[in-house]
């Protein structure tokens, strides 16, 4: 079973940054591909960005790209999500997935879900 836990998060001015980070504990971590998603009150939930078990490859949305970043550390068992000039339509809870799949992965391949930290960015 894997478990997730998501922390970071924060209000913010505009061109701001921050680092998200979620914290995983499963023996078979390195199985995982591991995502970020967000959604906003009201808004439909939107897949950020994604990384591959081995940190070879990753994704990053149309909206945050050149402005954030994904990563992970596997001694850690931690990935992060490092936010840039952030802007208020930044502003969502964010969630840390993980799927055990391959690269590349479908937004439906995350099964495993933290319970989120939220972004205000004003």
């Known amino acids: 079973h894997v478990q997730l836990v998501e922390s970071g998060g924060g209000s913010v001015q505009a061109g701001g940054s921050l680092r998200l980070s979620c914290a995983r504990s499963t023996w078979k971590y390195s199985t995982y591909c591991m995502g970020w998603f967000r959604q906003a009150p009201g808004k439909e939930r939107e897949w950020v960005a994604a990384i591959a078990i081995g940190g070879e490859s990753t994704y990053m949305g149309a909206s945050v790209k050149g402005r954030f970043t994904i990563s992970r550390d596997s001694a850690k068992n931690t990935l992060y999500l490092q936010m840039s000039s952030l802007e208020p339509e930044d502003t969502a809870m964010y969630y840390c997935?993980?799927?055990?799949?391959?690269?590349?992965?479908?937004?439906?391949?995350?099964?495993?879900w933290g319970q989120g930290t939220q972004v205000t960015v004003s």
């Open positions: 997935a993980a799927g055990d799949v391959g690269w590349p992965p479908r937004q439906y391949d995350f099964d495993y």
